[in-house]
């Protein structure tokens, strides 16, 4: 019985991967998407414990042997590589060229970070993306245009969106995890610290002096590492597509003999049952 919940474990597990992969090839053409993957663990293992007086140290299997349980998926965890950045030339389409999120806000006041700079001007002259949700800028604040039918708006590397209808400058935010160790900020890779919640969107999963600050927001960013906003581009999906289809035949091979070992124990689970009859 026991191979025969290991094996299962190990098709659910492998289930997982493929409908991950599955996920990942979907959004090949998703502006902003970040592949995903699955980190598994093992499960609980137990051992098999023998009696010391009968233990022959010329055997290879003297000693207590440790029995495994199978597997279980423990975590999704995106790849933030850079994704290539495709020309549009209009206006509020923005791309990070480097590391770094913009932040959203939503009507309830919860705020996320993406990658899909995919913007606009909805007609209360908020700065959207394409859910509506308001971007924000250094200091967390939304941002808004007072009167947006006036002009082009020009932004920089660092965020400044210059406007004839702005009363004065302001600055999108490019949002980075650091960590606080009390001297300076250290900046951190967001692989392991950003969880995706769909669309795009990602919130942070970080506790104690780990934090979520915008690097622009004294000018200089920290240690000059934020990545450079780039007006009229889009970053493109960072999936590839040989890599995915290559841990697809993975998995879909490790699903089949996981299959296979859950048939040979039935198989023998029939022949048990038939010596006893």
Known sequence: MRALWASASGLSSMQTKIDVIANNVANVNTTGYKSSDVQFADLLTQ??????????????????????????????????????????????????DGIGFFAVEDAAGNVYYTRNGKFQLDRDGYLVNDQGFRVLDTHGQVIHVDKPSIGRA?????????????????????????????????????????QPMGDGLFVPTVAGNVAVVAANRNGSGIHGNE?????????????????????LIKAQRVYQLNARAVETEDQMMGMANSMRA
């Open 154 to 194: 020009a932004i920089e590397a660092d965020g400044t969106i210059r406007h004839p209808g702005l009363t004065e400058p302001h600055q999108i935010g490019i949002f980075v995890p650091v960590r606080n160790t009390g001297a300076q900020e250290e900046l951190m890779a967001p692989e392991g610290i950003f």
């Open 47 to 96: 051992t098999l414990k023998r009696d010391p007086e009968q233990r022959d140290p010329n055997l290879p299997l003297a000693y207590d042997l440790p029995l495994g349980h199978g597997v279980r998926p423990i975590d999704q965890e995106a790849s933030f590589a850079q994704g290539a950045l495709k020309e549009t030339g209009l206006e509020y389409d923005l791309a990070l």
């Open 227 to 247: 990545g450079a906003i780039r007006q009229g581009f889009l970053e493109q999906s960072n999936v590839d597509l040989v890599h995915e289809m290559t841990d």
